[in-house]
């Protein structure tokens, strides 16, 4: 696949709250290794990344309430902040979409005229799906590594519930199949970025 030159990575909610226990059991333990290689790989070749962080709003219950230490960014990604040749934006937000944020990360992205978003982080049937599918409507073609990113079981409604790894299954046919994103892996980002950079 081609990754654009430009194409923007957005790397959403990458939080330490999501190592608590509230959160129940996840899937794909690899995420965050393949988060930082992608990042590692977005800033060596000078292309813009924005970090989004979800500052709920949920007081005292939430995992990634402002003030708490799980609001803070997990450290692989902290400490790769600001390391970049390109762009780098600070997204936060108290919704799922990452377009509802301050600042605002369409009006940054139109402003670099990005048209491509690659999209990481968690979790995958949430802020994750929630930001492809209106990054869609807004017009980007949207990239969605799936092995860059995780989320957990949940329980719904009439006794149903899914396992991390069939809510991402989920997700991934949704967007995938209703033409919101191109579900892919890593790797295939890896080689379309590293081709259009001139990386060997």
Not at 65 to 74: H, P
Request: hydrophobic fraction near 40%; include cysteine; charge should be negative.
């Amino acid at each position: 696949m081609e990754i654009a030159e430009n194409a923007a990575l957005v790397v959403i909610d990458v939080q330490k709250g999501f190592e608590e226990e509230f959160w129940g059991k996840r899937n794909n333990p690899a995420a965050e290794e393949k988060i930082a290689a992608l990042i590692d790989l977005w800033q060596e070749t000078g292309r813009p990344v924005a970090f989004v962080r979800h500052d709920s709003l949920e007081g005292s219950s939430s995992p990634l309430r402002k003030g708490y230490v799980g609001n803070d960014f997990k450290e692989f990604v902290e400490e790769r902040r600001g390391k970049g040749a390109g762009p780098e934006l600070l997204v936060t937000k108290s919704v799922n979409s990452a377009f509802y944020g301050e600042p605002s990360l369409d009006g940054w992205l139109a402003g670099l005229g990005v048209e491509q978003i690659v999209i990481v982080g968690i979790q995958t049937n949430m802020c994750n799906e929630t930001t492809a599918r209106m990054g869609g409507n807004l017009g980007y073609e949207v990239v969605f590594p799936l092995d860059a990113m995780h989320t957990f079981d949940l329980e719904g409604p009439f006794g149903w519930s899914r396992t991390a790894e069939e809510l991402s299954q989920a997700t991934a046919v949704s967007l995938h199949g209703g033409q919101f994103a191109k579900v892919v892996t890593v790797r295939d980002v890896v080689e379309g970025a590293s081709a259009s950079a001139g990386v060997r």
